[in-house]
């Protein structure tokens, strides 16, 4: 009995030890994750959207327009995003029958899908990478520029222009790798009716959510050690001879 004693006694500092395994490997996962952000941005700016999409680390959120009626002024209707007009503009979930996605498309101008005008789109968290889908830039002086958290300016795309075919929609995208991507501002010239649709997200994980996962990961290694544990000391209790 004595020796069965001692053993169940040991499992204090066992259990110890392993909580301190425990945290550190959470400890160490986090100071892995803070030290992999890198130490100053750069954006990268791309024209294909399956190589745009091959570089983030997570699928993207798309937004279509599909699912509101014709004419609706753009605003919040859609969770992390919102959408506000400048120089004259007048953002619209517009039908149109060349749509990229289905039966909308944002529309700038006012009335829809004449004239020009800009429209800003602001995230309400921070973005590793977001895209666009733009049609019918004829010509100069249609652009697509991405602000940081502070407003700051990280980097901008002039549409491409001509199109030799006014119904073919064409691609750009940005990923950030400072993951600062916060707003983006569609502005068209004078002479043209460009259409956006397929609007494109990949937002930053929330802080709350990496921890949750480090945490995740160190419990279920904690709970496989500590089975392994169990399973070598009942192995070592010998029945005492009679």
């Not at 001692?6 to 030290?35: E, K, N, Q, Y």
């Not at 049609?135 to 991405?146: I, K, P, S």
């Not at 990961?217 to 050690?225: N, T």
Request: hydrophobic share 50%; charged share 10%; proline share 7%.
């Amino acid at each position: 009995m004595t020796c069965f004693k001692l053993r169940i006694s040991s499992i204090r500092p066992m259990a110890a030890r392993l909580a301190a395994a425990t945290a550190a490997t959470t400890a160490a996962a986090l100071v892995a994750v803070l030290a992999s952000a890198p130490a100053h941005a750069a954006i990268s700016v791309y024209t294909d959207a399956a190589a745009w999409a091959a570089a983030l680390p997570q699928a993207a959120l798309s937004i279509n327009f599909d699912d509101l009626a014709d004419l609706t002024p753009l605003a919040s209707q859609y969770p992390g995003v919102s959408f506000s007009a400048f120089s004259g503009g007048n953002p619209l979930a517009a039908a149109y029958s060349f749509a990229q996605s289905g039966i909308n498309v944002m529309s700038l101008g006012d009335p829809p899908l004449t004239g020009a005008g800009g429209v800003a789109m602001d995230f309400t968290q921070q973005q590793r990478g977001m895209g666009l889908w733009y049609l019918d830039a004829e010509f100069a002086g249609n652009a697509v520029t991405v602000y940081g958290a502070a407003n700051q300016l990280l980097g901008s795309f002039e549409m491409v222009y001509p199109n030799p075919n006014p119904i073919a929609w064409r691609f750009v995208g940005f990923i950030d790798s400072g993951n600062d991507i916060r707003r983006v501002t569609v502005a068209t010239g004078p002479n043209d009716m460009v259409a956006l649709d397929s609007l494109q997200m990949a937002p930053v994980p929330e802080p709350a959510s990496v921890m949750l996962l480090l945490l995740g990961g160190a419990v279920l290694i904690g709970a496989r050690r500590c089975a392994a544990g169990h399973a070598e000391r009942v192995a070592g209790v010998q029945p005492r001879a009679a």
